[in-house]
């Protein structure tokens, strides 16, 4: 069947299985910068934004998203450089498979919430797991990136 | 020091961060076929009759692979140096499957759902065999899980297979039950701990072509390039120069991509069909059919005078290394040789065991390698005799722990699978990190409990721990390093990758020893045919044997640059010195810069490459030092238990790069408490896995930590590239032992299975009441 996604503000007609997941339609499309970690919407790894918010891709029908506008990272090279630059400079990168999912949320996060403390940071990432850093790198970066001081 | 020492960003930092294509399947040609592998349902059976033909005749379908038509040739899948401490126990595939998972089948096709289709397809008739799934039971057990006469050891190990035994090790010195007798205070205790799972956030991945040369290229998720060309070559029965292995980014390892899993299919299928084919596992996959850590039960009992000297430790452990025995030696090996020299006044120590194989999910290796197991047995122990003798339990260990400038008869009776060596403790800031670690923590108010409210309690605890750094002897890196015209350098390592950042130390100690910043030095990395030999990422090996390699090559290459100045001066060597721009004569005379002198080589006078390789084998493993603290929150209602702070003071000698030293050390501590509060391993009655997803395997999420305090200590380890030490797998050891031991100190409840569990800690408050 036939679903129209407007993929980084370009919209798009592509052919898709009933089951398919919104992950493999997009990948299948080219946009590698999407992982994939659980399959079961656990690890948040496979995030990309649906209307701005966060969904996981893995799980996701792709016919759902029929109409809607998708965002990855390559559609927001911009922000994502400028966030990522705070997670280099914190050596808050280990292995980056988690990456592209972390910083689509922290975008979203950026957009909904006003100046969240710690705690509202932790709250609004603690669906994107990492295996690596142990989080400490992740929430100093982003702290420092949004100007939380405390 | 100006470029190690000195938090350069990670240079693959950005790329990955931003999600450039750069992961094995990202790479992976779009019409490569999809391979998928057919899963025993059973814990232990013999393939009576296997029917590929409905399967093959599948639309899409190009190969299917049975037993019955790959090599049989038994190898190890351990990755591991080479002879190896693991016996050959594996092959390809095999008409007996030895655990719910093992690979029955696998199919090569044009798509996943095609592939999966024909799975279904294949019609497989089993005879179902009698399961070891308790691993205390497993020796001696009517079932022989390895009755292949194939299966060999490739040096004496103990290996027994007809007894279900994969390694067995017994060591001593000093005369332990008589000194025990001697000891005015004995304690002993037993523990089990899980099969914890590496969850690397990338799945086990590979894929493989065949080139224009007619040679098999895999590309794979692998911490192990060379062995993985070593062990691809001699189960397909290949000569090594047909094979090329390359290590794009891998998205985490932990010891997890040391062996092999999938290299083998991938290349099957691109050698018969002619097409290059990719085999990316789920994530139930990685959990069933991939390692695990070992689940050991260990017994210890430690004896102290009267003074809270200790005199004697027992270790006596039974370690499960599941259906096939990679790493089985030598992690429990390591349970043993690096955590006894901790205490190394110790006159008696006597350490020995078994490995059993069972029809469960293999284990492997997995950062600590065998020293958190063997940690939390001991430093578990050790706060209980420190209680039995009266005193602080940090004194305690500050009394009896090895010190700067000491040894231990450990070093040289044990290494990995063979002798060990001979060595002193060069560097060591152990006390420090301990003194430091109780400062930061807030010991002197917080032991050894506090109440909080009606129904909550905290607690703190402590453990120290060491680690090496590679395996003397055994483990080799080698570097080339090659200068541009434009003056800037290509460095070529097999060291491998994996997220570590060890491409950025490597560089930094490259551009350390030539005296230029590191952003003249280009890195490539792992790839079988275009980088030297290095054994691979494991044994906390990276930086201090690669970066040895490194440094020499480092230092090799100033030496070429300033000949090259000489010559052009017409002066001899000793009149010139590069500053890491220009290439002068010391009498200020002659002069000229990097860039000039390198474009003149190779375009216009005395036309030369200069490149050089060096590699390094360590004669020692200086061991990194690290000195955890706990602080746990104990809910007496629910029996749960929060972690209210975690502190570490690391001896790594220098960290070549402090960030990454760093966040190596919090992800270390984080997999440590996961391991010991979160991921518990559930199994079926048939041996089925059930915590097989993060829904059912939890592990920690940000939410999970509320504080690591890392610091470093001043430390300089003479042998070590400007100082370093190891970093990678110090900080996984200690989280077992000091959270246990806070909880023990919040509410007297001695946890000796992990993970911890509300009922568990429920239960046990319950019977106290009692």
């Known amino acids: 069947m036939k679903i129209n996604l407007k993929i980084n503000n370009i919209n798009r007609d592509i052919d898709v299985e009933p089951g398919e ?5 997009l990948r299948r499309c080219g946009f590698t910068s999407i992982k994939k970690a659980c399959g079961t919407s656990s690890c948040g790894v496979c995030t990309v934004l649906l209307d701005g918010m966060p969904v996981p891709s893995c799980s996701y029908l792709a016919v759902k998203a029929d109409g809607h506008n998708i965002t990855t990272i390559e559609g927001i090279k911009e922000e994502a450089d400028r966030i990522g630059k705070f997670m280099v400079e914190e050596g808050a990168v280990q292995c980056g498979f988690c990456s592209p999912g972390f910083l689509l949320t922290v975008i979203a996060m950026e957009r909904e919430i006003e100046n969240p403390d710690s705690q509202g940071i932790k709250n609004y990432l603690a669906g994107n797991l990492c295996r690596c850093s142990g989080y400490e790198g992740q929430l100093r970066a982003v702290k420092k990136y949004m100007g939380v001081s405390e | 020091m100006k470029e190690v020492n000195k938090s350069v960003p990670k240079k693959d930092g950005m790329g990955l961060t931003v999600g450039k294509p750069a992961y094995t399947e990202d790479l992976a040609p779009q019409n490569a076929l ?3 592998v057919l899963r025993s349902p059973y814990p232990f059976a013999r393939i009576k009759n296997i029917d590929t033909e409905k399967a093959e005749k599948l639309k899409g379908v190009k190969c299917v692979l049975t037993y019955k038509n790959v090599p049989r040739n038994i190898v190890t899948r351990a990755g591991q140096g080479y002879p190896e401490p693991s016996p050959h126990d594996k092959f390809i595939l095999d008409e007996y499957v030895r655990y719910i998972g093992d690979e029955v089948a696998a199919v090569a096709a044009e798509d996943e759902v095609t592939a999966v289709e024909a799975l279904k397809l294949i019609e497989v008739e089993y005879e179902k065999l009698e399961p070891v799934l308790d691993f205390e039971r497993a020796e001696g057990h009517p079932s022989i899980i390895h009755p292949e006469k194939e299966a060999h050891e490739m040096f004496p190990t103990g290996f027994n297979p007809s007894k279900n035994i994969a390694a067995e090790y017994h060591m001593s010195f000093g005369d332990l039950d008589k000194t025990l007798k001697k000891c005015d205070y004995v304690v002993s205790e037993r523990y089990y701990t899980q099969a914890q799972n590496h969850t690397a956030m990338e799945t086990h991945s590979s894929f493989a072509y065949v080139d224009i040369n007619g040679r098999l290229n895999i590309v794979s998720s692998t911490q192990t390039p060379f062995h993985a060309r070593r062990i691809v070559g001699e189960a397909l029965g290949l000569p ?9 980014r891998i998205g985490g390892g932990y010891g997890g991509k040391q062996a092999l899993h999938g290299e083998f299919l991938v290349a099957l299928v691109a050698l018969r069909t002619g097409r290059s084919a990719k085999l990316i596992y789920t994530r139930e996959e990685v959990f069933e059919a991939t390692y695990t850590r070992h689940p050991m039960r260990i017994d210890v009992t430690i004896g102290a005078d009267k003074d809270g000297n200790i005199k ?14 990679e790493h089985a030696l030598t992690v429990f090996m390591v349970a043993g040789s690096k955590t006894l020299p901790l205490y190394n006044k110790a006159e008696a120590v006597r350490f020995g065991g078994k490995v059993v194989y069972t029809n469960h999910t293999p284990a492997g290796a997995f950062r600590g390698y065998g020293a958190v197991q063997g940690n939390f047995a001991l430093e578990a122990t050790i706060d209980k005799l420190a209680l039995a003798v009266g005193k602080d339990p940090v004194e ?3 009394q009896n722990m090895i010190k700067e400038g000491e040894t231990s008869p450990v070093f040289k009776i044990m290494g990995e699978g063979t002798e060990g060596v001979d060595m002193t403790v060069d560097s060591c800031k152990l006390e420090y990190c301990v003194k430091r670690g109780m400062e930061l923590c807030g010991w002197k108010d917080k032991y ?5 409210g009606k129904n909550k309690v905290r607690g703190i605890g402590s453990a120290i721990a060491m680690q090496g750094s590679g395996i003397p002897c055994i483990d080799m890196g080698s570097a080339v390093i090659k200068l541009n015209d434009g003056g800037f350098f290509n460095l070529m390592v097999g060291a491998t990758d994996i997220g570590t950042g060890s491409d950025t130390i490597l560089a930094q100690i490259a551009a350390e020893a030539l005296g230029v910043s590191t952003d003249k030095v280009v890195v490539y990395s792992s790839d079988t045919d275009l980088t030297p030999f290095d054994c691979g990422a494991y044994a906390s090996s990276t930086t201090y044997v690669s970066g040895n390699a490194v440094y020499r090559a480092g230092r090799k290459m100033k030496g070429l640059i300033e000949k090259a100045g000489a010559e052009r001066f017409g002066v001899s060597k000793d009149e010139v010195e590069f500053d890491g721009e220009f290439i002068r004569t010391k009498d200020g005379r002659n002069s000229v810069s990097l860039s000039q002198l390198s474009t003149e080589l190779y375009y216009s006078n005395k036309q030369k490459q200069l490149m050089v390789c060096e590699s390094f084998c360590g004669e020692v493993s200086p061991p990194p030092f690290l000195a955890g603290f706990a602080e746990v929150e104990v809910d007496l209602e629910t029996g749960k238990v929060d972690l209210i702070d975690y502190t570490a003071v690391v001896d790594c ?5 402090p960030n990454l030293a760093r966040i190596q050390i919090e992800g270390g501590l984080v997999q440590g ?17 059930l915590t097989n997803n993060f829904l059912q395997y939890r592990i920690p999420s940000r939410k999970d930590i509320n504080k690591l305090t890392v610091e470093f200590a001043e430390s300089y380890e003479p042998s070590g590239p400007f100082g370093a030490k190891s970093v990678g797998e110090i900080g996984t050891d200690t989280p077992p032992a000091a959270i246990t031991n806070a909880i023990y100190n919040a509410i007297g409840v001695r946890v000796t299975k992990l993970p911890v569990t509300p009922e568990y800690i429920l239960m046990e408050l319950k019977k106290k009441m009692k």
Do not use: H, W
Request: charged share 25%; no cysteine; aromatic share 8%.
């Open chain 1, 21 to 25: 997941v919104l992950y493999d339609v």
């Open chain 2, 34 to 36: 999809t391979v998928k």
């Open chain 2, 240 to 248: 090594l120069d047909k094979i090329r292995v390359i290590k794009p």
């Open chain 2, 312 to 325: 004697a430790i027992d270790m006596e452990i039974l370690s499960n290394t599941g259906a096939y025995a």
């Open chain 2, 396 to 398: 305690f260990r500050v």
């Open chain 2, 448 to 452: 050894p409990r506090k109440q909080i």
């Open chain 2, 653 to 657: 000698g220098t960290p070549i790069n």
């Open chain 2, 673 to 689: 408490i996961g391991m010991t509060m979160f991921e518990g391993v559930k199994y079926g009655e048939n041996g089925k896995l």
